[in-house]
């Protein structure tokens, strides 16, 4: 009864706080505008001044509305004035790479300096993590599972965890079989057999641009060539450029990260997915999906994946629990389709097996029914995060800056004035003990020096704001 009363009260909240925030983004409410006394707004809408207060500390954790002592609620802020989002990529439409390893070196071999700001990490805080229920489930593992959990899994991983995976995908319209997962050390280590499987050193791989450096780095290491294609902020690579970049190149696969991207933040739309699956099935061309970041969504459900609409297993859906629950837990897993026996061999060859502790407690936590309770409030902290962040970037950073208005995941990608080379602002921020990921490190054709990607995984604090302020100072100086 008690989670039934909780759950309706935190559904009345919301549905205010919605409400109120619809009025503020249609000008109803403007900014500066007094908002209705708590016992005004209690009154007329039947509930208590408590669900009330719950509602304006929700937007008031979006930077939307502030409170005045003694004078009661006024708007803050309204998203239309947030900056303009970066233009659509256009990379060269030729494949190459370029190794970038040292300044990715320079940027991360110092990340566990505490006295550091680190806006350059695209992982969530501690805080917003479920650490004491995660040490339960360990705990059980370790009791529960056979010979205290020191025993091998079978090759293609932990039953339970398989089957709770694919239970899970069903939010997406996903109809996965525990048969058809194999269990991996994370999402890049599930790319990584992918690649391994589908390609040869010298064939061209087809992603996104801005990419995940992570993902470059591993291309590199495999000898691929790395075709780049244009990228909108908001929707991701249009079929109709995947279609032209065919016709001109030999390509082995494509590899895109569909929902929430790492660094643009797009998230391709369901109409989109399927016609680039339908295409890319039509010529042969396997797609690797990297959904590392799509249960970590701001809307009303979760966005479905390319593997949603995948009727051939063309299809090789990778994710991991490392955004959601458990970074240092690498439970990984990959969907691969019709190249699961490929999969399978090549993670016998290389790990045998994977982990059992980890692969048991994250099954554990999911059979639980608290996972979905976890994201509700990951989620509503990251959104808050967000707007803050955006909205400070408006406030602090130079006239003319644009930045990316992501609507899931960890990520706002920043572009500044072309004499802005943040590589040279990566240094100068680092004597302020602020860290940022330049924009140089996201393509492998030396491109986006005036971009930077910042991380928004951290709780927000005056501190951080703070921060920020500092680094727009930073970037007016020139």
């Avoid at 389709?337 to 999969?343: C, L, M, P």
Wanted: hydrophobic letters at 35%.
């Amino acid at each position: 009864m008690k989670t039934q009363q909780n759950g309706k009260t935190e559904h009345l909240y919301l549905h205010l706080a919605d409400s109120i925030e619809r009025q503020i983004l249609d000008n109803i409410l403007r900014i500066g505008d007094k908002l209705p006394s708590v016992r005004a707004l209690s009154k007329k809408h039947g509930i208590s001044m408590s669900t009330t207060l719950q509602a304006y500390y929700h937007l008031e954790s979006k930077g939307l509305v502030e409170s005045r002592p003694q004078s009661g609620y006024y708007v803050r802020f309204n998203t239309q004035h947030f900056p303009q989002q970066p233009d659509k990529s256009k990379p060269l439409p030729t494949a190459q790479n370029k190794n970038v390893d040292a300044i990715i070196s320079e940027v991360y071999d110092d990340w566990h300096d505490d006295k550091v700001t680190r806006f350059s990490l695209s992982v969530p805080a501690p805080e917003l993590l479920p650490l004491a229920p995660l040490n339960k489930a360990m705990l059980r593992a370790l009791r529960e599972s056979r010979a205290n959990a020191t025993y091998y899994e079978q090759v293609r991983g932990n039953e339970e965890l398989r089957r709770q995976v694919a239970r899970w995908a069903l939010n997406w319209d996903a109809h996965l079989q525990p048969e058809d997962l194999i269990t991996t050390s994370g999402c890049m280590n599930a790319i990584s057999y992918c690649l391994m499987a589908l390609t040869k050193r010298g064939d061209t791989i087809a992603i996104e641009s801005p990419a995940y450096f992570g993902t470059l780095r591993l291309l590199n290491s495999l000898g691929l060539k790395v075709l780049e294609l244009p990228t909108h902020p908001e929707t991701g690579v249009d079929p109709d450029d995947v279609r032209k970049a065919i016709e001109k190149h030999h390509i082995k696969a494509c590899l895109f990260v569909t929902n929430f991207s790492n660094p643009l933040g797009f998230c391709m739309p369901d109409e989109q997915k399927k016609e680039l699956v339908k295409l890319l099935a039509f010529h042969g061309i396997p797609l690797i999906e990297d959904d590392l970041y799509g249960d970590v969504y701001f809307g009303k459900q979760r966005p479905k994946s390319c593997k949603t609409f995948d009727e051939e297993g063309n299809v090789l859906w990778c994710g991991s629990v490392s955004k959601t629950l458990a970074p240092g837990y690498r439970v990984g897993w990959v969907a691969p389709g019709k190249h699961y026996e490929q999969i399978k061999q090549l993670k016998l060859y290389h790990a045998i097996t994977s982990a059992t502790p980890e692969q048991q407690a994250v099954a554990n936590f999911l059979g639980t029914g608290r996972y979905e309770h976890h994201l509700r409030k990951m989620r509503t902290a990251l959104h808050a995060n967000s707007l803050q962040y955006i909205r400070a970037i408006g406030e602090y950073f130079p006239e003319g800056t644009r930045v990316s208005h992501p609507k899931g995941g960890y990520i706002l990608w920043v572009e500044l004035d072309k004499s802005i080379d943040t590589y040279q602002l990566y240094h100068e921020a680092m004597l302020h003990k602020i860290s940022i990921a330049p924009g140089i490190i996201f393509s492998s054709q030396d491109r986006y020096r005036n971009c930077m990607r910042l991380s928004y995984g951290m709780q927000w604090t005056p501190e951080l704001e703070r921060a920020l302020k500092k680094l727009g100072g930073i970037i007016k100086r020139g």
